[in-house]
């Protein structure tokens, strides 16, 4: 996750990810960022725009196969866009809609080119379930695949995403603070009701997305096998730049539409795998109480800076971990359960997710990096590996 190319060509720690020769290799989004192989940017507007942003847009491309063509010719790999692959800061697809208004208005560039570049990226996914098209003509490409014995779920979180301006019309600023919001999907002020901004008509996943889930959460659990559902960020508001913020680009927002997603992955049983935080951590979420919902790695940054913070001001409410502040039983900031049993403050890396089909057990790893030198690193990080049992 996160692949920002200042220290390319990370060749030691590509090194040590060839030699652990993993199975399956997964890119959980920001594959590229706008500032990569030298930071020319041109966004397509029309499609007059096309050759010359794609052109640009595959010599960023480049870096990153360049970065990881010795892990990824020999084996399978699972890549899906996030926000920055398609020139976003942060998005809400707005059931994918073509961008008119601001940046929290939803919507993207140029359909044609978000298209180009979806296919650029992810022409070896499996047949998309329901490939749309959808809003004003992108594709969607959500869809599944068994491999190894093992189930997976692939999704898209942002495409079918409600923007916050469907619930919120004015930044809500921070009364500690002389400076106003100007981003209005944060929520700076502590004392701000949060339960104003769900709604019934709110969509994360979207109907026929959820529905797909629902389904192949029910084939999991007829067959018995292992399974994980890979997808861009946490159902929940777990990394903060700030301890007291709320962020409308979590997914722990909307709060009604995250649990009916987390309601159709869970009779699968199956591991929740993300990035896009730049922040490693393994919790489990809760949907009517604590310890009732699916468990969740949310990757550690690769190429980007660790810069998020986990510190809730609440003590918890059980289940701490000894030793490791901001363990336990929390609420998110708009009031979503959840139990952090592990975080990577200050760590770098990439994680690996060991599937044992005979005794059940799915294994959670943390490979850290040198976050000066991107090389690897010979030290414990607390929390990892977890083990956890699959009835």
């Known amino acids: 996750s996160c692949v920002n190319d200042k220290r390319f060509p990370f060749k030691k720690t590509v090194e040590q990810m060839v030699a652990q020769n993993p199975d399956l290799v997964f890119f959980s989004g920001d594959q590229l ?202 159902f929940v508001n777990v990394g903060n730049y700030q301890r007291t913020f709320g962020d409308m680009d979590s997914n722990g927002w909307p709060p009604t539409a995250r649990k009916h997603a987390l309601q159709a992955a ?18 489990q979420h809760g949907i009517e109480d604590w310890g009732d919902g699916p468990w969740c790695y949310s990757l550690p940054p690769f190429g980007s800076g660790q810069g998020r913070v986990w510190d809730p001001v609440e003590p918890p409410q059980g289940g701490a971990v000894p030793g490791m502040p901001g363990s336990g039983n929390h609420f998110d900031r708009f009031g979503n359960k959840l139990t952090l049993v592990a975080k990577a403050d200050g760590y770098v890396g990439y994680g690996m997710v060991l599937f044992d089909k005979d005794s059940r057990d799915i294994t959670l790893q943390f490979h850290p990096m040198d976050p000066n030198t991107r090389e690897p690193i010979d030290v414990d990080v607390p929390g990892w590996p977890k083990r956890i049992r699959v009835e």
């Open 33 to 234: 960022y706008q500032t990569n192989a030298g930071g020319e940017v041109i966004e397509a507007e029309s499609e007059a725009d096309l050759l010359p942003a794609m052109k640009s847009y595959l010599a960023k491309w480049r870096m990153f196969g360049l970065t990881f063509r010795d892990l990824m010719k020999d084996r399978p790999s699972v890549i899906i866009t996030d926000d920055h692959d398609v020139y976003a800061r942060d998005l809400w697809g707005n059931g994918g809609k073509r961008m008119t208004g601001g940046r929290t208005d939803g919507g993207y560039l140029d359909l044609a080119w978000v298209n180009a570049v979806e296919r650029v990226q992810m022409w070896i996914l499996p047949d998309a379930a329901n490939p749309g098209p959808w809003g004003d003509g992108i594709l969607g490409y959500f869809t599944s695949m068994d491999f190894g014995g093992v189930s997976f779920a692939i999704l898209e979180d942002r495409k079918f995403k409600s923007p916050p301006t469907d619930i919120l019309k004015k930044a809500v600023d921070d009364p500690r603070s002389k400076k106003p919001n100007t981003t209005l999907e944060v929520i700076m002020d502590p004392t701000f009701d949060t339960r104003t901004l769900d709604a019934p008509g709110l969509n994360l996943l979207g109907d026929a997305q959820e529905t797909f889930l629902r389904d192949w959460a029910e084939g999991v659990r007829r067959s018995g096998k292992l399974a994980a559902v890979l997808h861009q960020s946490p």
């Open 266 to 283: 869970a009779p699968s049983q199956a591991i929740l795998i993300s990035g896009d935080l730049h922040y490693g951590t393994i919790l």
